[in-house]
C-alpha cells in the first residue's frame, strides 16, 4: 500500500495521532502536498459512505471532521510550494459562501484557500448564507464569480433561489456561478441553473480561470 493510502486508512480507522504524525512526515519528506490533501479527501468520502451504511454515526463525521481541519493548516502552507497555487496578479473576484441550512464548510474554506493561492480575490461569506446575503454582497463586492458550497440535499433549493434571484434583478448575464460539494452533478447543476458544477477544487479552479481569461 502506498503512503498516502495508509494515510486514508488511519483517518478512516479515526487514529488522529497517527494521521497527524503521517501527514507531517509524508508533507517533510516531499510527498506533493495535492496528493496528501487527496488522501484527507478520499478518507472523507469512505466515512460519509460508512455513515450511510450505518457503519458510522454522528461522532466519527465530527472526528473526521476536525482531523480534516486540523491537517489543513498543516498542509496550508505547502500547497503554495507545491505548485497548487502560483500567486499572480490579483485575476477575479469571487464570492464564496455555504448556502443556507447548510453548514459543512471544510470544501468551502478549501477552496477559498485555494482560490486565493492562485490569485483570487476572495470574499468568504461563511456557513448557512442566506440568500438575500449573498446576493447583496455580491453587488457590494462587484463579484464577476459567485461559488456556492453545499453538501446538503437541502442546500439545493437555496443555491437555486440565488440563480433566481441574480434573474430577476437582471445581473445574472454578468455573473457566473458555480457550484461545488461532494454530491453535485450535471442533474443538480441544471435544477440549479448554475453555469457550472464541481465535485473538486482542482477542477473549480481551473475553471474559474478560464472563465476569468476569457473574461467572463
Ligand atoms: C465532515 C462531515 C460533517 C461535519 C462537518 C464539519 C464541517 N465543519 O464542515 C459535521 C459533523 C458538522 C456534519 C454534520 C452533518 N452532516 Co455531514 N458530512 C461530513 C462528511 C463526512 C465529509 C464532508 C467533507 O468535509 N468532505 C471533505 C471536503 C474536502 O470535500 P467537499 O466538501 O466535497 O469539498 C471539495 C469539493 O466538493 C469542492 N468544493 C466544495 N465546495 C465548493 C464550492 C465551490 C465554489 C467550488 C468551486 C468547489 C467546492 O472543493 C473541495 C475540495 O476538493 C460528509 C460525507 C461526504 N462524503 O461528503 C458528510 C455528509 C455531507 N453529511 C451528511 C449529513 C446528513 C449531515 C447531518 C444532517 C447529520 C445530522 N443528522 O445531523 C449534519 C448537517 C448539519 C448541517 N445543517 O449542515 C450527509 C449529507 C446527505 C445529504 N444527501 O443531504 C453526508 C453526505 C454523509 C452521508 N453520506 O450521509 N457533517
Same mark, same amino acid.
Not at 16 to 38: G, P, W
Not at 59 to 81: C, F, H, N, Q, R
Not at 127 to 152: C, H, M, T, W
Given at each position: 500500500?502506498?503512503?498516502?493510502?495508509?494515510?486514508?486508512?488511519?483517518?478512516?480507522?479515526?487514529?488522529?495521532?497517527?494521521?497527524?504524525?503521517?501527514?507531517?512526515?509524508?508533507?517533510?519528506?516531499?510527498?506533493?502536498?495535492?496528493?496528501?490533501?487527496?488522501?484527507?479527501?478520499?478518507?472523507?468520502?469512505?466515512?460519509?459512505?460508512?455513515? !450511510? %451504511?450505518?457503519?458510522?454515526? $454522528?461522532?466519527?463525521?465530527?472526528?473526521? @471532521? +476536525?482531523?480534516?481541519?486540523?491537517?489543513?493548516? =498543516? /498542509?496550508?502552507?505547502?500547497?503554495?510550494?507545491?505548485?497548487?497555487?502560483?500567486? !499572480? %496578479?490579483?485575476?477575479?473576484? $469571487?464570492?464564496?459562501?455555504?448556502?443556507? @441550512? +447548510?453548514?459543512?464548510?471544510?470544501?468551502?474554506? =478549501? /477552496?477559498?484557500?485555494?482560490?486565493?493561492?492562485?490569485?483570487?480575490?476572495?470574499?468568504?461569506?461563511?456557513?448557512?448564507?442566506?440568500?438575500?446575503?449573498?446576493?447583496?454582497?455580491?453587488?457590494?463586492?462587484?463579484?464577476?464569480? =459567485?461559488?456556492?458550497?453545499?453538501?446538503?440535499?437541502?442546500?439545493?433549493?437555496?443555491?437555486?433561489?440565488?440563480?433566481?434571484?441574480?434573474?430577476?434583478?437582471?445581473?445574472?448575464?454578468?455573473?457566473?456561478?458555480?457550484?461545488?460539494?461532494?454530491?453535485?452533478?450535471?442533474?443538480?447543476?441544471?435544477?440549479?441553473?448554475?453555469?457550472?458544477?464541481?465535485?473538486?477544487?482542482?477542477?473549480?479552479?481551473?475553471?474559474?480561470?478560464?472563465?476569468?481569461?476569457?473574461?467572463?
Amino acid at each position: 500500500m502506498k503512503d498516502t493510502q495508509l494515510l486514508t486508512q488511519a483517518i478512516v480507522d479515526m487514529e488522529e495521532d497517527k494521521a497527524l504524525a503521517m501527514t507531517r512526515q509524508l508533507l517533510e519528506s516531499k510527498t506533493n502536498a495535492m496528493d496528501v490533501f487527496t488522501a484527507y479527501q478520499d478518507a472523507m468520502a469512505e466515512v460519509g459512505r460508512r455513515f !450511510e %451504511k450505518g457503519i458510522y454515526f $454522528i461522532p466519527e463525521l465530527v472526528m473526521s @471532521g +476536525d482531523m480534516m481541519k486540523t491537517a489543513m493548516e =498543516i /498542509i496550508k502552507p505547502y500547497l503554495d510550494e507545491s505548485g497548487a497555487g502560483t500567486v !499572480e %496578479k490579483k485575476t477575479g473576484r $469571487i464570492l464564496i459562501a455555504t448556502v443556507e @441550512g +447548510d453548514i459543512h464548510d471544510i470544501g468551502k474554506n =478549501i /477552496i477559498s484557500t485555494l482560490m486565493t493561492l492562485n490569485g483570487f480575490e476572495v470574499r468568504d461569506l461563511g456557513v448557512d448564507v442566506p440568500i438575500d446575503r449573498i446576493i447583496s454582497e455580491a453587488k457590494a463586492f462587484n463579484a464577476q464569480i =459567485i461559488g456556492l458550497s453545499g453538501l446538503l440535499t437541502l442546500a439545493f433549493d437555496p443555491m437555486k433561489n440565488v440563480v433566481e434571484r441574480l434573474e430577476q434583478e437582471g445581473s445574472r448575464d454578468s455573473v457566473k456561478v458555480i457550484i461545488g460539494g461532494g454530491q453535485m452533478d450535471d442533474q443538480i447543476c441544471r435544477y440549479v441553473g448554475a453555469d457550472a458544477f464541481v465535485t473538486d477544487a482542482v477542477a473549480g479552479i481551473s475553471l474559474c480561470k478560464s472563465w476569468i481569461s476569457g473574461s467572463i
